[in-house]
């Protein structure tokens, strides 16, 4: 019988909350996500003051502090940490850099709420976290799409058995279009990036965070292969990974970037009672097993949606001592499990 249960409309942001005290926070790196997701979401939020920008392109600090209004520009991150009236900091510089500035900013005694991936090897990524914990201060990790209620939905649904056992996950991520010509920054950029690791790396951090969150079993093994679509390439621009959990659960992950167009990438866990599928376009989650059909949407932009959540949860573990979550742990789970990609990438034997 196959019936339909209902849908479900979640509204998350609703109106501004009056907050009587604020955090006072500084930016490290004013590049694309700052600009586009963390300087919005903080500047709309009454529990952040947004005091300091450091880039160290100084126009683009400017131009930036000019429009939001903000006191300090500069391209020396230390005028901003030796502020003393600065509680708190969001680090959105490439990660190879990333770990080093959160290492600085914790021994200057500000909490950080720091862009993924958190370093991009295991030894800087534990360095922070002996940071962390010597520092008395807290650092977030920017998983920014596992916050708001589809990605909670999802893991009751899995972790309440209502799709059996074992599991399949089936996430892809494609994403940076490969237009050298047409957008040549871009291009610049994505290829630096990649210098530093395949995609997997990096945008696969997201997936492993997904992955981590969502399933109650650790990895035990993973198979990788990577393929680079151009020569010119410095790593694999499309990484196939199959990964197998404790528990006898299973995952495929594709994780493509700097292709001319892009396939839309699934995201659907796979069990013998039933299907869920998480849908960021038509920001839906739905469960279909043998007796229901049950969709959650969010009204909201998924996006903005998620920002606003991950910033109001750090101010919310400042102000309170709660843990930050996802914290370092989950920041070094994520790297473990795309590192183990990487490596099952490049160890490969030759036939
Ligand atoms: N959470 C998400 O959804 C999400 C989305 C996109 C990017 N990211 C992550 O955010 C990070 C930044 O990505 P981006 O796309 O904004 O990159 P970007 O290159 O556009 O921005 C980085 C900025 O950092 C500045 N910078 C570099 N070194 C600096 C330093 N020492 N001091 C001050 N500023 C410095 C650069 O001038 C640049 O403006 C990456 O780790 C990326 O993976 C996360």
């Not at 392109?57 to 520009?73: F, G, M, S, T």
């Not at 201060?137 to 799409?145: I, L, N, P, S």
């Not at 909670?152 to 279009?177: C, K, V």
């Not at 499309?238 to 493509?256: P, Q, T």
């Amino acid at each position: 019988m196959h019936g339909y249960q209902g849908l479900i409309l979640i509204r998350q942001s609703g109106g501004r909350q009056a907050m009587k005290d604020f955090l006072c926070m500084g930016v490290i790196g004013c590049g694309d996500i700052a600009v586009s997701r963390h300087l919005p979401a903080m500047h709309a939020s009454d529990a952040v003051r947004i005091v300091a920008l450091c880039d160290t392109d100084l126009e683009r600090a400017n131009q930036l502090a000019a429009r939001y209004e903000v006191p300090l520009a500069t391209t020396d991150h230390r005028e901003l940490l030796n502020d003393p009236g600065i509680d708190a900091v969001v680090i959105c510089t490439p990660p190879w850099i990333t770990p080093l500035l959160t290492i600085e900013s914790l021994q200057a005694g500000k909490h950080v709420l720091c862009e993924k991936p958190m370093a991009v090897d295991l030894e800087t990524a534990l360095k922070v976290r002996e940071a962390e914990q010597s520092s008395g201060c807290q650092v977030q990790v920017g998983f920014t799409y596992r916050h708001g209620p589809l990605f909670e939905t999802l893991r009751t649904w899995i972790r309440s058995g209502q799709l059996g056992a074992p599991l399949i996950y089936r996430m892809g991520i494609f994403d940076e279009i490969w237009d050298p010509d047409g957008n040549p920054e871009h291009y610049d950029r994505i290829y630096r990036t990649m210098e530093r690791g395949s995609p997997s790396i990096h945008d696969g951090a997201h997936v492993a965070d997904y992955l981590n969150f969502l399933s109650d079993s650790r990895v035990e093994e993973v198979q990788s292969f990577g393929l680079r679509t151009r020569e010119e390439f410095p790593a694999s621009n499309y990484d196939l990974s199959v990964i197998r959990f404790a528990n006898g659960d299973v995952a495929k992950v594709e994780i493509g970037w700097f292709m001319p167009r892009f396939p839309k990438g699934e995201f659907e866990v796979v069990g013998p009672r039933g299907i869920a599928i998480f849908d960021r376009d038509s920001r839906t989650v739905q469960l279909k097993n043998e007796t229901i059909t049950q969709t959650v949407q969010l009204e909201d932009d998924y996006f903005e949606s998620c920002f606003k959540i991950q910033l109001d949860k750090f101010v919310h573990s400042i102000k309170t001592g709660e843990p930050c979550i996802p914290g370092t742990q989950a920041g070094i789970d994520s790297l473990a499990l795309t590192k183990a990609i990487e490596k099952s990438i490049s160890g490969k034997p030759k036939c």
